[in-house]
């Protein structure tokens, strides 16, 4: 594995991600506005044969994210491993919400995980290999007061989910991470409230994640009592999903490469045949 890109680098968890990628040897692309802290991220991260690059990009302007997309896309430099981290919250009620910020959290938390990672997927299948780490949060399960935020985090549960049950067999793997509380982001300044198990380092979040995906699982969901509540929500949905795969059942339209061709029959197919 070469290539990290990761989004939302510019500071907190996508910050954690740099520097861990950075010391198991990948090279980075490091991707947000902030130039300053982008900067500042790759060159703590920075290392012997470790190349560092910064792409500034504004995920919720559509020329701006085209430039990431033709980035990871681009045959002579693939990507092996796409974070999509960057995440914009509006922070207020929705109905007291202005429509511009309404929009950013959907550009942002929805479409460009979306677009990046369409982008990122055929060049993947084609070599064999690949990996994409979707950051969600609890949030997507437990909807939080606030505007659209809770339901992006939702989508992005669902959308992981789909899309890796549909990339069995081609060497490319999804997972979905699901952080309880940081001390990043809108949580950077707070007093620490409610017990030391609700919060979360990024360093040992990053850690989980990369074991997890490792381990070929779905969904990471840190700490014991975050995790606790997602094991218990997750079980059903395993069970019916084991059952599907024991039945059989793939839909088999998702069986093909960006490029149209048919991949290998999966075993549930030709039984249904
Ligand atoms: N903090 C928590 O308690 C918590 C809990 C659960 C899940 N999470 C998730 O963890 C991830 C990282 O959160 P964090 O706490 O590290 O947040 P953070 O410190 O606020 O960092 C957010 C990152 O997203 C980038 N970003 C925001 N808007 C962007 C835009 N329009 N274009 C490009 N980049 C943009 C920011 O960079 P620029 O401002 O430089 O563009 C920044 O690097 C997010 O997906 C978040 O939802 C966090």
Same mark, same amino acid.
């Given at each position: @594995?070469?290539?990290?890109l990761?989004t939302g &680098? ?9 520097? +861990?990628?950075?010391? *198991?040897?990948?090279?980075?692309v490091?991707v947000a506005r902030?130039? !300053? ?16 690059? =910064?792409l500034a990009a504004d995920l919720a302007d559509a020329t701006d994210r085209a430039a990431v997309e033709r980035r990871i896309a681009d045959?002579?430099?693939? =990507?092996?491993?796409l974070?999509n981290?960057a995440s914009f ?7 007291? %919400? /202005?429509a511009a910020p309404l929009q950013t959290e959907i550009d942002v938390n929805v479409t460009a995980v979306m677009m990046l990672t369409h982008a990122a997927?055929? #060049? @993947? ?9 979707? $950051? ?9 007061? #606030?505007?659209a935020?809770?339901?992006t985090? &939702?989508w @992005?549960?669902?959308f ?13 793997? @999804? ?25 979360? *380092?990024?360093? &040992? !979040? !990053?850690?989980?994640?990369?074991? *997890?995906?490792?381990? #070929? +699982? ?8 975050? #995790?606790?509540? $997602? ?19 793939? +839909?088999?339209?998702?069986?093909? *490469? %960006? ?12 039984? /249904?045949?």
């Open positions: @594995m070469a290539t990290a990761v &680098a510019s500071r907190g968890l996508g910050a954690a991600f740099a520097q +861990r990628l950075a010391r *198991d040897g990948l090279d980075l490091l902030d130039t !300053v802290g982008l900067q500042r991220v790759a060159s703590e991260a920075a290392r012997p044969g470790v190349s560092v690059e =910064v045959p002579h430099r693939p =990507v092996d491993l974070v981290n919250e509006c922070g207020v009620d929705f109905w007291t %919400a /202005a997927l055929p #060049g @993947m299948i084609e070599r064999g290999q690949g990996w994409v780490i979707n $950051v969600a949060s609890f949030a997507g399960y437990l909807s939080a007061s #606030g505007s935020h809770s339901a985090k &939702a @992005m549960l669902a992981t989910d789909t899309v890796e049950a549909s990339l069995s067999g081609t060497g490319v793997r @999804m997972i979905a991470l699901v952080p309880g509380r940081l001390r990043t982001g809108k949580h950077r300044d707070l007093e620490p409230v409610g017990t030391s198990l609700m919060w979360l *380092d990024p360093a &040992a !979040v !990053v850690d989980a994640c990369l074991s *997890d995906l490792a381990r #070929g +699982r779905t969904v990471c969901t840190p700490g014991l009592l975050y #995790g606790a509540v $997602v094991r218990t929500l997750e079980t059903p949905r395993r069970t019916l999903r084991t059952l599907a795969r024991l039945a059989g059942h793939r +839909r088999g339209y998702m069986r093909q *490469d %960006a490029r149209g061709h048919q991949l290998e029959t999966s075993p549930g197919r030709e039984r /249904a045949q």
